[in-house]
C-alpha cells in the first residue's frame, strides 16, 4: 500500500504563488511516478503535471506550462508543485496520485493506483 498525503492548499491573490506538497509513504514508493490532478466545481478532473522516477521525465497540462514546476526532493518522499503567476481558473481541489507502471514521457494520464485526499486551492481578490 502506498500513502499520499497533499498539503500546502489555500487562498492567494490572482498572480500569486503557491507551493503544494505531496508526502508519499509505503513499500518502493520512491520509486512511483507521482502526479498532480486538479478538479474545479462542476468539471471534470484535470492532469496538471507528473514525474516518474524511471526517466526521470516530466509532463505539464498546456494550461500550467510555464508556470508551474514539479520536483522531489532527494529522499523521493515529497514531491512538490510550484504554481506560479496563479489565475483564478486555476481555483481547484488539487489532488496527488502515484502509480508504479506510469511513465511520465508515455503514459503520464494515468491510470493511478493510489490517491491522496486533495487539498483547495483559490484564487481571488
Known amino acids: 500500500q502506498v500513502q499520499l498525503v497533499e498539503s500546502g492548499g489555500g487562498l492567494v491573490q490572482p498572480g500569486g504563488s503557491l507551493t503544494l506538497s505531496c508526502a508519499i509513504s509505503?513499500?518502493?514508493?520512491?520509486?512511483?511516478?507521482v502526479a498532480w490532478f486538479r478538479q474545479a466545481p462542476g468539471k471534470e478532473r484535470e492532469a496538471v503535471s507528473c514525474i516518474s522516477d524511471s526517466d526521470g521525465a516530466t509532463y505539464y497540462a498546456d494550461s500550467v506550462k510555464g508556470r508551474f514546476a514539479i520536483s522531489k526532493n532527494a529522499a523521493k518522499s515529497t514531491i512538490f508543485l510550484q504554481m506560479n503567476h496563479l489565475e483564478p481558473e486555476d481555483t481547484a481541489v488539487y489532488f496527488c496520485?502515484?502509480?508504479?507502471?506510469?511513465?511520465?514521457?508515455?503514459?503520464?494520464?494515468?491510470?493511478?493506483?493510489?490517491w491522496g485526499q486533495g487539498t483547495q486551492v483559490t484564487v481571488a481578490t
Open positions: 509505503g513499500e518502493n514508493s520512491a520509486y512511483y511516478a
Open positions: 496520485a502515484a502509480d508504479a507502471a506510469v511513465i511520465a514521457s508515455l503514459n503520464p494520464l494515468g491510470p493511478y493506483d493510489y
